[in-house]
Each structure stands twice: as structure tokens, then as C-alpha cells.
């Protein structure tokens, strides 16, 4: 597939934002030793005991994301995530905003295709009341009317805001194209239809199904011991349910071997393009990974950059990998170029 548009590749969420878990950042003259552990309660973890700075880091993915949309709720996870810091328990926004100012608290969510992420930020000597407020969010979100009201208007404004954006048409005609119509081919934050209709019991009933402890991964670094961190895991998810009611997601059959354009009167053309890929599990990854970063990796002494930016001067750069996606595998090539 080639798609010729303009600002194409900031607008491939389905295929050019891979997959991120969790990532940690630490000296790197430290010595790290990587830990698993099980919290009392049976849940699993990884974690890094690091006294460097007296900060706890907890990072946290259920598996499910937007691809879990209905078809008439498309947005609901996205939507959703935006939520969490909005009231929880007897906290209404207000309250739970100062209250996260009190404990400091610093923390986030948000949704991709296959999975819901979270994140949260604490001291070591306020974690208990940190570590309190967090399980309050993931427990108890109010998803109060107001909230949701406020949360959605700024999707709609960026929706009807990107209306005019060549880029957002481009990727919306790209993900239609190549995944038909699978799941990975709806909008991430869905659509000025679909967002009106999503209600307070919608979103209830989406937390419900996915907040589980059977489809969640974590990880934690900081200045914690792995008995406190146990406890931690506990205090904020042993209280889910057990099992998530997930929908079966089938695998996408990528549709090859189409031409997309868009036509828009800028002064650079960016082509793209997406082959077949390769799955994490095959045995074969590594060396297809290391293969298409020598030719396309970001580097500027891959191949592609060699032949196109330093030999012949028509771009600034080629940049394309491996994407892998629970249900799609591919691989993508990106430039920007005058359109002579």
C-alpha cells in the first residue's frame, strides 16, 4: 500500500504508534536488578527496588482498549480515560483535584487500541495517602454528568478542529483501507456521532467489564522493598474482579496492495507505506527487527537514509520499523518530499 498525502505520519494511530506497556527510567551507571513478585492477595508484578530519589512509579495496563468500543459507543475508552482524575468515591472533581495536590499525587490513564493504560507518580513518605487516592480513582470512578459533559466537549472541539487537517483524513482513509472493517480501523476517539451517545452507565459498565485483576500487568520502580510493594498492589487493585468480560477480538486481515491519496495544496508530500509484518513470537523477529532498522531505521546511516536523504538530498529523512499490534503485524516506511 502507498498512500502520497500530505502530514500523513502524525495521523496513523492505528499502525504508526506501536504498542508502549511500561517504561523506566534510571541511572545508567546504577546497578538494576529486575524483580518478580506476588503481591498477598496473587497478583503478579515486576519491579525495581531504587532508593536514588525517594519516589514510588507504578505503571499499569489492562488488556482490552477502544477496540472493545461498540459499534455505536466508538470513543468510550478513550472518552473514559479521561475521567479518572475527575471525582472518584465521595470526591467530586474539585475535591479530588485538591486532594491530589495534598498527597502528590501525580497521575494519568489512556486508551489504545489494545489495551487501557495508567500511570501514577508518588512520594515515599505520602505514599499511603497517595496509594489511598489512586485505588480510590481505579476503583471508584463517579463519572459524574458535569464531567463527563466538560470531557467530551474538548473531544468534539479537537474532532471538528481536525476536520479541516489533510493529515487526519489521510489516516482515517489509511486505517479504512488497510483493516476494513475491523476494530483498528474505527477512530481512536471516536466520532462527533458516536461521542453524544455515550452516557454515565456506558462508562460504568465498560470500567466493570475491564478493570480486572486477570488481565492486568504492572510494574513498579522506586524507593519501595517488595513486601511494601505487594501491599501496594493490594490496596489498589485486589478489590477488582477477578475475571474481565472481554469481547473476542478476531485477527485483522490487512487489505495490501491499494493506492491512497489526498490531495491538499501544501508545499511537502508525505509517502507512506505498510507491508506485511512479522509477530513478536516468531522466531524469526530479531532478525527482521534488526533488518528494518538497518534500512529504515531512524538512524541516519540506514540505508534508506543513505540512498534518499544524503545521495540524492530529496528528504530530510526516512524513518519506518516493525509495528505489532495484539490482532496486526506490519511494517511502515515513512518521508516527507517536495511535491515536484
Known amino acids: 500500500m502507498i498512500a502520497t498525502i500530505n502530514r500523513l505520519r502524525r495521523a496513523l494511530p492505528a499502525l504508526l504508534a506501536p504498542l508502549m506497556l511500561i517504561g523506566f527510567t534510571l541511572q545508567s551507571q546504577a546497578d538494576v536488578t529486575f524483580q518478580s513478585?506476588?503481591?498477598p492477595g496473587g497478583i503478579e508484578a515486576g519491579m525495581v527496588e531504587d532508593y536514588t530519589v525517594p519516589i514510588v512509579t507504578i505503571a499499569f495496563a489492562f488488556e482490552g482498549g477502544a477496540a472493545q468500543d461498540p459499534d455505536d459507543k466508538l470513543g468510550l475508552a478513550s472518552l473514559m480515560s479521561s475521567l479518572f482524575d475527575e471525582g472518584a468515591g465521595d470526591l467530586d472533581s474539585n475535591a479530588f483535584q485538591t486532594r491530589l495536590d495534598d498527597v502528590g499525587l501525580e497521575m494519568g490513564f489512556s486508551a489504545n487500541f489494545?489495551?487501557?493504560?495508567?500511570?501514577?507518580?508518588?512520594?515515599?513518605?505520602?505514599?499511603?495517602?497517595?496509594?489511598?487516592?489512586?485505588?480510590?480513582?481505579?476503583?471508584?470512578?463517579?463519572?459524574?454528568?458535569?464531567?463527563?459533559?466538560?470531557?467530551?466537549?474538548?473531544?468534539?472541539a479537537s474532532i471538528a478542529s481536525r476536520a479541516q487537517d489533510p493529515g487526519y483524513a489521510a489516516g482515517r482513509m489509511w486505517n479504512e483501507a488497510l483493516f476494513g472493517d475491523h476494530p483498528y480501523a474505527r477512530p481512536l476517539e471516536g466520532t462527533a456521532t458516536s461521542l453524544p451517545g455515550i452516557t454515565?452507565?456506558?462508562?460504568?459498565?465498560?470500567?466493570?467489564?475491564?478493570?480486572?485483576?486477570?488481565?492486568?500487568?504492572?510494574?513498579?520502580?522506586?524507593?519501595?522493598?517488595?513486601?511494601?510493594?505487594?501491599?501496594?498492589?493490594?490496596?489498589?487493585?485486589?478489590?477488582l474482579p477477578e475475571a474481565p468480560q472481554l469481547s473476542e477480538i478476531a485477527p485483522a486481515q490487512l487489505s495490501f496492495g491499494q493506492s491512497l491519496a489526498v490531495d491538499y495544496p501544501l508545499?511537502?508530500?508525505?509517502?507512506?507505506?505498510a507491508y506485511p509484518g512479522i509477530m513478536e513470537?516468531?522466531?524469526?523477529?530479531?532478525?527482521?527487527?534488526?533488518?528494518?532498522?538497518?534500512?529504515?531505521?531512524?538512524?541516519?546511516?540506514?540505508?534508506?537514509n543513505r540512498e534518499v536523504r544524503e545521495k540524492?538530498?530529496?528528504?530530510y529523512g526516512v524513518s519506518g520499523g516493525l509495528v505489532n499490534l495484539d490482532q496486526a503485524d506490519a511494517l511502515t516506511i515513512g518521508t516527507s518530499t517536495r511535491p515536484d
Open 37 to 39: 513478585i506476588t503481591s
Open 267 to 273: 508545499p511537502q508530500t508525505s509517502i507512506n507505506l
Open 114 to 156: 489494545d489495551s487501557f493504560t495508567g500511570f501514577a507518580r508518588m512520594l515515599a513518605d505520602q505514599r499511603d495517602d497517595a496509594t489511598e487516592l489512586l485505588a480510590l480513582a481505579v476503583n471508584e470512578p463517579r463519572f459524574d454528568q458535569s464531567a463527563i459533559d466538560r470531557m467530551r466537549a474538548q473531544v468534539l
Open 312 to 315: 540524492r538530498g530529496l528528504s
Open 200 to 239: 454515565a452507565d456506558d462508562l460504568r459498565r465498560f470500567h466493570e467489564a475491564l478493570f480486572a485483576r486477570d488481565n492486568l500487568k504492572i510494574g513498579i520502580v522506586g524507593a519501595l522493598d517488595a513486601e511494601a510493594a505487594g501491599k501496594l498492589i493490594d490496596a489498589i487493585f485486589g478489590a
Open 281 to 304: 513470537s516468531d522466531p524469526d523477529y530479531f532478525a527482521a527487527y534488526v533488518l528494518t532498522e538497518m534500512l529504515a531505521g531512524d538512524s541516519l546511516l540506514s540505508e534508506l
